[in-house]
């Protein structure tokens, strides 16, 4: 794995604590994710199953976990199965996981073949009540391909239909999100690698540059600096393209007077940064560029405020519309009076304004948590209010990672953001 595996304590508490939390009698299974193809006989990167990394630590494909906190045998209250080495697969492939490593890593001491795994699985079923399976319930999913925990639901009920399918995913999330003190760590290590890739953009960037040019200094960047790479597909979006909220072809020349929105994060010990900053092209705002920056900067600094124990995204969202609503009467782009005459279902401000400003933060850069999900000291989520202006060919995002509590953190402080020290870096 680029960068550092994180210690095995981590994975022996996660699973305690998931364990502690099933019902009596049960088993909860979790598998690691598809391979995914490409086209031909070609895979996407591999990505572990974000479950299944943080309860084992495992970064393999065809790994299971069982945890039967109850079975009778003490030894088969935690099993990892996994793929069998072979001499002809590893000249392939590479190296896999002997048992001894997986006994390292995840701190698991049953380790068995994924031969066995029908076999062993009846055994712990019929010891149980309910099985446990770990569906996406991200509120945002939607595909129409099955994947693996989904057809292994399936398979479980046609298998085994008098037991109780049960939910694990209400649980983890819980669990994931609030992070340790070890995730903070190294979610503190991914917004410092993205700090120094921005800072190299900052003194990169010229007029001419094309946008694949900057985004190859972040990669360079995150790579040299021990990331695993991007935690998502990175936005590199001079002058217009900040107005497409999903940009992500990167392929055009940044112009002369023109603003360039970022919005990058490094990968880190599987850990996601999720950050956005915009600057001018040429290293100076102009003075209309400068006036809906600073507009934006001031509602962030005082949404980050709201990232304390008891609030939620939806009250952030809201209260951020309000403030850059206001602001918005102060750039020009309406009045009062035509406010108090908007239709409520279509606020003026959704025009300029269009995404909500806030969303978790871990393993995943949309991390597991909802809208409704009340704060909590040591949830991680973004601060990422923007305004895009079409007719001027703006378009602004400024984003940065709080850690909630009565004091919140931002482990974005080092990422520069004001006008003068942007404008300074800038200059050549
Ligand atoms: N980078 C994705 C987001 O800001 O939500
Ligand atoms: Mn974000
Ligand atoms: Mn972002």
């Not at 390292?104 to 031969?115: F, I, R």
Request: charge should be negative.
């Amino acid at each position: 794995m680029k960068s550092e595996s994180l210690n095995v304590n981590f994975f022996v508490e996660n699973r305690k604590k998931l364990a502690s939390r099933l019902n009596a009698k049960s088993v909860a299974i979790v598998n690691s994710n598809d391979e995914l193809t490409r086209n031909g006989d070609q895979d996407f990167q591999y990505r572990q199953s974000s479950d299944l990394f943080y309860l084992t630590g495992l970064i393999q494909e065809k790994c299971i976990l069982t945890l039967c906190p109850d079975h009778p045998e003490k030894n088969m209250r935690e099993v990892i199965y996994t793929i069998k080495p072979n001499e002809q697969l590893e000249t392939w492939t590479g190296h896999k996981y002997t048992k001894e490593e997986v006994i390292e890593v995840s701190g698991v001491k049953t380790v068995k073949w994924l031969e066995d795994f029908e076999m062993t699985l009846r055994d712990i079923v019929l010891s149980s009540d309910n099985i446990y399976i770990n569906l996406n319930e991200y509120s945002k999913y939607q595909t129409d391909v099955a994947y693996i925990s989904n057809r292994f639901a399936l398979k479980i009920r046609e298998m085994y239909p008098a037991h109780n399918l049960k939910r694990l995913a209400p649980l983890i999330t819980k669990q994931r999100l609030i992070k340790e003190p070890e995730e903070l760590r190294v979610l503190g290590i991914a917004c410092d690698i993205t700090n120094m890739a921005f800072r190299r953009v900052l003194t990169f960037t010229k007029p001419g540059d094309m946008e694949y040019e900057v985004e190859a200094e972040i990669t360079y960047k995150f790579l040299k600096n021990g990331a695993q790479g991007h935690a998502y597909q990175p936005i590199v979006a001079s002058g217009d393209n900040a107005l497409v909220l999903h940009y992500i072809e990167n392929s055009m020349e940044c112009k002369d007077g023109d603003l360039m929105l970022l919005d990058i994060g490094a990968e880190y010990s599987n850990y996601a940064a999720d950050c956005s900053r915009t600057i001018p092209v040429n290293g100076k705002f102009t003075e209309r560029q400068k006036q809906c920056y600073e507009a934006v900067l001031r509602v962030q600094k005082e949404a980050i405020k709201l990232y304390v124990p008891g609030n939620t995204i939806d009250i952030v969202n809201k209260a951020v519309w309000k403030m850059m609503e206001k602001e918005m009467i102060g750039l020009g782009l309406f009045t009062k009076e035509e406010m108090k005459n908007q239709d409520s279902e279509q606020p003026l401000y959704a025009k300029y304004l269009m995404h909500g400003v806030a969303h978790f933060i871990g393993l995943d850069v949309h991390d597991v948590g909802g809208k409704y999900e009340k704060f909590e000291k040591g949830m991680v989520l973004t601060c990422e209010p923007g305004i895009y202006i079409k007719e001027e060919r703006i378009g602004i995002r400024i984003e940065n990672d709080i850690v909630v509590g009565d004091t919140p953190v931002d482990l974005m402080a080092e990422i520069p953001k004001e006008v003068d020290e942007i404008e300074e870096l800038m200059k050549r």
